[in-house]
């Protein structure tokens, strides 16, 4: 097994961690064009890693449709992927793919935590727990925590739409209204 | 009767209830007898279900099952190993499917399988090898006897019955 595969070190991100450059022309009415058009065209990578996961094709399909919030193509490939949605329980044994993964994504990249076990190891944080990452958070820089065991596509759906907030400092979607009773 | 595994020397056949235990016949082994009665039961159409570990005072249990497409006749064959050197040898000249099987129980107790020809961790990551995560502590370990039960005996050797023998003299006392 190769040395990158372990996960004896405690950073595991190359150096500088997630820090990315600031642009070399940095005009901000284009910024915050390309801004708007990243936050509507999100790319989130075809990952899941437990029963999240089925969570969040049930919001790629076409009930929940995020196709409506600009987010429909999930791609097979980190190297088109904006979006990491870390849907699921992340082992040890894992880690070192999922921080891989991350490492090959593009920038700008954000990551969704989804699901309890992906922000603190959820029903895994336990005495005994021997296999479990106790939150993702702790590989890799996480932008959004959708709490949930698992999330409601539904809330999925709102993480996207703090996402976009956060990219665009504006949030785009309606608020859905409060229900009697 | 057991006719698939005539030929192999068996520390004890017992016929247990399935309803109860889920196996038909439980077979215990002496370690080196394990390939043999894995090659009888190939032979026999028997596939194998599963392979795991069970952590007693007496050592690790090592339990193979195999089972029938065509009847309902579910076997268990019980391998006791000491705790010092927990070593049995492998099935995979048989069974192609128990590498992954015996990786895993190798993972989980440290029962080490000779001859498996890729013993490295499964399930754990590679620095955890010797973590032993289903290992018991000692307050919550417990006896063969106390978990297990002999069924309906055909043959047995004295070793094994001396695992059960204390539980059913504790029974004849409390009658």
């Not at chain 1, 296999?131 to 702790?138: A, F, K, L, P, R």
């Not at chain 1, 990219?167 to 009773?181: F, L, Q, Y």
């Not at chain 2, 109860?20 to 439980?26: I, Q």
């Not at chain 2, 195999?66 to 049995?88: A, H, M, Q």
Request: aromatic content about 8%; charged content about 20%.
């Amino acid at each position: 097994m190769a040395a990158q595969d372990s996960v004896v070190q405690q950073d595991m991100l190359t150096t500088g961690g997630h820090h990315m450059d600031p642009p070399i022309v940095n005009m901000k009415l284009a910024q915050d064009i390309f801004d708007v058009c990243r936050s509507m065209s999100l790319w989130p990578m075809t990952f899941g890693l437990a029963c999240c996961a089925i969570e969040m094709m049930a919001t790629g399909m076409a009930r929940f449709d995020m196709a409506r919030f600009g987010a429909e193509v999930f791609r097979p490939s980190p190297r088109q992927s904006d979006v990491m949605i870390v849907a699921g329980t992340v082992t040890k044994k894992m880690a070192p793919s999922v921080v891989r993964l991350y490492e090959q994504m593009p920038g700008p990249k954000w990551v969704i935590a989804m699901g309890n076990c992906a922000i603190s190891g959820g029903p895994f944080k336990i005495k005994d727990n021997y296999n479990v990452i106790q939150g993702v958070d702790t590989l890799i820089p996480v932008d959004v925590y959708v709490p949930g065991c698992p999330p409601r596509p539904e809330g999925l759906l709102e993480g996207f739409f703090e996402l976009q907030r956060l990219i665009t400092g504006k949030r785009w979607w309606p608020v859905a209204a409060k229900v009697e009773g | 009767m057991l006719q698939a595994l005539e030929g192999v020397a068996t520390q004890c056949v017992a016929k247990q209830d399935p309803a109860v235990t889920g196996h038909v016949w439980s077979v215990f082994l002496a370690p080196g007898q394990i390939v043999k009665a894995a090659r009888k039961l190939c032979e026999a159409e028997y596939s194998l279900e599963d392979i795991f570990a069970m952590d007693f005072e007496e050592g690790f249990l090592v339990q193979y099952h195999f089972n029938r497409w065509t009847i309902n006749e579910r076997i268990v064959l019980r391998v006791l190993v000491s705790k010092d050197n927990p070593v049995v040898p492998s099935i995979t000249s048989v069974f192609d499917g128990a590498e992954w099987h015996e990786r895993e129980t190798r993972d989980f107790h440290g029962v080490v399988f000779e001859g498996n020809p890729n013993l490295v961790p499964l399930l754990l990551a590679v620095e955890d090898k010797d973590l032993c995560p289903l290992c018991k502590t000692d307050k919550a370990r417990k006896s063969i006897k106390d978990v297990l039960a002999l069924g309906e005996v055909v043959s047995c050797s004295a070793e094994v019955e001396a695992l059960f023998a204390e539980a059913e003299a504790e029974e004849a006392s409390d009658a």
